[in-house]
């Protein structure tokens, strides 16, 4: 039993460029999410997408753009990579949005 | 918007002594409430959540949390720490963002540490 996985678990990057981040869950959850977690600063939810073929801004949306590819899969990319975009990234999905989400075990993404 | 209030971002205890873990809420609304767990290079794991059925609420690891309306809190306590305790904790509120897409608000966290 998978999860929620995240692909991939580390990566630097230049800035200025590009990348998209892969997550898949196998849970047939309705909602997914994308969050960034620095140190002090808990999780900031970057967009969120609560059925398949929807896609939210969540508070920190800017410089990132999002995919809902199917039930399964949310991707989250990249366009011109900032160091101020260093960070681990997780993704999360639930079965509602009011339910219980359940997490991926991250992306630790250095930008330099 | 909600907002999550995790009282001390470091709290230390012996091993075997209680554990209290505060959070506070701003609702104007009856919230979710969760608290979830962080193992070092791990992700979030839950531990808890209140959704309005009982006022206290056990977890997994023998951990509990009280949800009080008066005070708007939701602190997370266990008698008795154990070594296996040691990580940082989130508490989160959800905030109905309308059309159900609720949205998970979380707390800056609190590590715990455990005193041989």
């Known amino acids: 039993n998978a999860g929620v996985t995240q692909t991939p678990k580390f990566q630097v990057l230049k800035t200025g460029q590009s990348m998209t981040l892969q997550c898949a869950q196998d849970m047939n959850h309705n909602s997914m999410y994308w969050y960034r977690q620095d140190p002090g600063m808990g999780l900031r939810l970057i967009y969120y997408s609560a059925s398949e073929g929807t896609t939210d801004k969540g508070e920190v949306p800017n410089g990132y753009n999002v995919s809902r590819l199917n039930k399964r899969e949310f991707s989250l990319r990249l366009e011109s990579a900032a160091p101020s975009q260093t960070s681990v990234y997780f993704c999360a999905s639930s079965e509602f949005g009011n339910q219980p989400q359940h997490f991926g075990d991250g992306t630790r993404l250095s930008i330099l | 918007a909600q907002s999550v209030t995790q009282l001390g971002s470091h709290v230390s205890v012996s091993e075997g002594a209680l554990v209290l873990l505060r959070c506070n809420y701003s609702?104007?609304?009856?919230?979710?409430l969760f608290w979830y767990v962080q193992y070092p290079n791990q992700g979030l794991q839950l531990l808890l959540k209140y959704t309005s059925a009982a006022t206290l609420v056990k977890g997994i690891n023998g951990f509990e949390a009280e949800f009080k309306k008066s005070e708007t809190s939701f602190h997370l306590t266990k008698p008795s720490a154990h070594m296996s305790d040691a990580a940082e904790y989130f508490c989160?509120?959800?905030?109905?963002?309308?059309?159900?897409?609720?949205?998970?608000?979380f707390g800056k966290g609190t590590k715990l540490s455990v005193i041989p």
């Open positions: 989160a509120v959800s905030d109905d963002s309308g059309a159900g897409s609720y949205q998970l608000t």
């Open positions: 609702s104007s609304v009856p919230p979710y």
